[in-house]
Every structure is written in C-alpha cells, then in structure tokens.
C-alpha cells in the first residue's frame, strides 16, 4: 500500500480492526470520538502511524514497527493500551497540550533515539509499561501526572520530568541514569533504580522522594542529587561508586535513610535549618556525613566505621545531639568553627 493516509475516519463509534498498512505518509487519522481501533499491523509511515485529535477513542492490540513516529494524541480521555511499538525515529507515544488520557501496557522499543513516551499536558495516567533502548523512557512536561509500575531499562534517562504536582511511583529502572525531576511539590516513591551514573536528580522545592513503610533502593555512580529547599528524603537505601547523598539547600529533612558502602561520602549538605534524623551511615569510603552550614540539627543517627570522621562539619549552631558512634568523640566528629552544640552522643 503506498498512499497519503491510510485510513481517515471523521466520525463516532467505528471500528477500524485487523488492518495491515505499509509505506503510507500516515497511518489512521481520527477526528472522531469513541472508535475502537485494535489489532492492526503497521510498518514503515513517514509520519505517524496514529493521529488521534478526537476524544474517548481507544488504541489497542497494535502492532506498529519503523515508522517516524508511533501514537500522536492532541485529544483528550483517550486510552492507548497494549500495543507493541518498535524502532522509531521519534516519540513512541506522544501526548500533546490536552491531558486525561490513559498509557497502559504497552511495550517499546528501539535503537538508543527518541523518547518512548512523551507527555506535554496534564493530568494522564502512564502504568504498567515496558521501554528499553531509548534516550529518554518517559519524558513529562506537565502537573498532575501519574506514572506508575513502568519498567524503563537500557535507557540513557528512566524518567525526565519538568512541572508539578506529580506522582513517579513503584517504577523499577536500569540503564545510564534514573530520575531528573524539575519542578515543585513532586513525589518520587517507592521506586528500584540501578543505573551507571546519577540515581535521582531533584530540582525544586517541597517535594518527597520516599519509601513509605518499604525501602526505595538506589544503585548507581551517583546516588541522590538534590538542589532545592523543604523536600524530604525518607526510606531510601543508597549505594554508589561517589557519593550516596549531596543536598544543596535549606529546611531539607532525611529521615531513616540507609547509606552504606559508598565509595566516597555517604552524605554531603550544604545549606541551613537542615534535619538529619535516624539515618544509618556506615562502611563509607569517606566521611559518613559532611555538613556545610549553620543551623542544622543532626539527631539520632547510626554512623560507625566511616573511613574518615563519622561528622565533618563546617558551620556554627549546629546541634549534633544522641548520635551513636561507638568510637571516641573526638575522633568521630571534626568541626572546623565552634559555636556548635554537642549532647548525649556516644
């Protein structure tokens, strides 16, 4: 078949099914709203093998190999589920401008370019998906989105992500980095990352990245990069070939964080008004924890058998209080300025 569009359809309720396209400009185009388009074979489209600009349709059980560009949706309350999409030039899966739209269980895949989905909008829903050999596995622009249970694996980057308000949760990761997130008030929980170069990237302001009652473990060269203030780091278990946590930034909290064997630091911050509580901080290759800052409170942690000192601290007013060292004082804790306070460390 060599033809412009393959198939159009400007209407409600149709059923396009078990078609077979090939060497066409476009694959289907749809206006329409509530069609059901499944199980159709599509190969080698200049452009794209679905353009969906109507609402409530559904994309499903499609087989789409080789074309510039899988699913184009410039609609809304679409459901785009269980289509095998392979060896693109572009986005796999884009979502553009309009939100409330469905990604679910689709697999991806192609040679190291291109995005395997791509959201610019709001308010979808991306679950239960598999994308492997890409630039970008999920690439969001948007606020409000959820992207849950995918499995994003020989990626260059699991998950990109610019906005607020959203939810990266129960995703499990592999290939050169994890999650770089830019934005506020985002949550990245319960995630398994074990990439060669940076676990998560946080840029921004009163977000959480969490584990809840389990732990979110994180393997990588560089575990945990934040840069922002009042975002909290709660449940996680790093291990990195540099450092397991460096925090930029004020009123940050790490709570209950296990951070052990690091090839370097297992905690640098640098900042005020921070709170280091509970953490387990142990077996690092460098200090256990290095604070640059005034003003922070570093209460009840575990941090024994660093190479170095188990506290670096740099800054005045500090309160380093019932920390467990197993080792004398003097030798566990190097400060640079005094004016800090020390109580009930052993």
């Not at 309350?77 to 269980?105: A, D, P, Q, S, W």
């Not at 297992?266 to 640059?292: A, C, E, F, P, S």
């Not at 380093?320 to 052993?346: D, E, G, M, Q």
């Given at each position: 078949?060599?033809?412009?569009?393959?198939?159009?359809?400007?209407?409600?309720?149709?059923?396009?099914?078990?078609?077979?396209?090939?060497?066409?400009?476009?694959?289907?185009?749809?206006?329409?709203?509530?069609?059901?388009?499944?199980?159709?074979?599509?190969?080698?489209?200049?452009?794209?093998?679905?353009?969906?600009?109507?609402?409530?349709?559904?994309?499903?059980?499609?087989r789409i190999d080789g074309?510039?560009?899988?699913?184009?949706?410039?609609?809304?309350?679409?459901?785009?589920?269980?289509?095998?999409?392979?060896?693109?030039?572009?986005?796999?899966?884009?979502?553009?401008?309009?939100?409330?739209?469905?990604?679910?269980?689709?697999?991806?895949?192609?040679?190291?370019?291109?995005?395997?989905?791509?959201?610019?909008?709001?308010?979808?829903?991306?679950?239960?998906?598999?994308?492997?050999?890409?630039?970008?596995?999920?690439?969001?622009?948007?606020?409000?989105?959820?992207?849950?249970?995918?499995?994003?694996?020989?990626?260059?980057?699991?998950?990109?992500?610019?906005?607020?308000?959203?939810?990266?949760?129960?995703?499990?990761?592999?290939?050169?980095?994890?999650?770089?997130?830019?934005g506020k008030y985002n949550t990245i929980?319960?995630?398994?990352?074990?990439?060669?170069?940076?676990?998560?990237?946080?840029?921004?302001?009163?977000?959480?990245?969490?584990?809840?009652?389990?732990?979110?473990?994180?393997?990588?060269?560089?575990?945990?990069?934040?840069?922002?203030?009042?975002?909290?780091?709660?449940?996680?278990?790093?291990?990195?070939?540099?450092?397991?946590?460096?925090?930029?930034?004020?009123?940050?909290?790490?709570?209950?964080?296990?951070?052990?064997?690091?090839?370097?630091?297992?905690?640098?911050?640098?900042?005020?008004?921070?709170?280091?509580?509970?953490?387990?901080?142990?077996?690092?290759?460098?200090?256990?924890?290095?604070?640059?800052?005034?003003?922070?409170?570093?209460?009840?942690?575990?941090?024994?058998?660093?190479?170095?000192?188990?506290?670096?601290?740099?800054?005045?007013?500090?309160?380093?209080?019932?920390?467990?060292?197993?080792?004398?004082?003097?030798?566990?804790?190097?400060?640079?300025?005094?004016?800090?306070?020390?109580?009930?460390?052993?």
């Open positions: 078949m060599n033809c412009d569009i393959a198939i159009y359809i400007d209407g409600r309720n149709n059923n396009a099914g078990s078609n077979y396209i090939n060497n066409c400009k476009e694959g289907i185009f749809v206006s329409g709203t509530g069609n059901l388009l499944n199980l159709n074979k599509i190969y080698n489209i200049m452009g794209n093998a679905f353009t969906i600009k109507g609402s409530n349709n559904t994309i499903c059980l499609n074309s510039y560009r899988g699913v184009y949706i410039n609609s809304e309350f679409n459901t785009i589920e269980n289509n095998v999409i392979k060896n693109f030039k572009y986005h796999r899966i884009e979502i553009n401008r309009y939100g409330l739209n469905n990604v679910f269980n689709n697999n991806i895949s192609s040679n190291g370019v291109g995005t395997g989905i791509r959201i610019v909008s709001s308010w979808n829903d991306i679950e239960n998906n598999k994308v492997s050999g890409v630039k970008y596995g999920i690439s969001v622009n948007g606020h409000k989105n959820l992207l849950q249970n995918n499995t994003l694996k020989s990626n260059y980057y699991g998950i990109s992500a610019k906005g607020s308000n959203n939810v990266f949760s129960k995703n499990t990761i592999s290939g050169k980095n994890g999650i770089s997130v830019n929980a319960f995630n398994k990352i074990k990439v060669t170069g940076l676990g998560i990237y946080l840029k921004g302001n009163n977000s959480g990245i969490n584990g809840g009652s389990y732990f979110t473990t994180i393997t990588a060269k560089k575990g945990v990069h934040v840069i922002g203030h009042k975002n909290v780091l709660q449940n996680l278990k790093v291990k990195s070939k540099i450092y397991g946590m460096h925090i930029l930034g004020n009123k940050n909290t790490l709570f209950a964080n296990t951070l052990t064997k690091n090839k370097k630091i297992g905690i640098q911050v640098i900042g005020h008004i921070n709170k280091i509580k509970q953490n387990k901080i142990n077996r690092n290759g460098d200090h256990g924890l290095k604070l640059v800052g005034n003003n922070n409170s570093i209460t009840k942690n575990n941090l024994q058998m660093n190479k170095h000192h188990q506290i670096k601290i740099l800054g005045v007013k500090n309160k380093i209080s019932k920390n467990k060292f197993r080792t004398i004082l003097n030798k566990a804790i190097n400060t640079v300025y005094s004016k800090n306070s020390f109580n009930k460390n052993r």
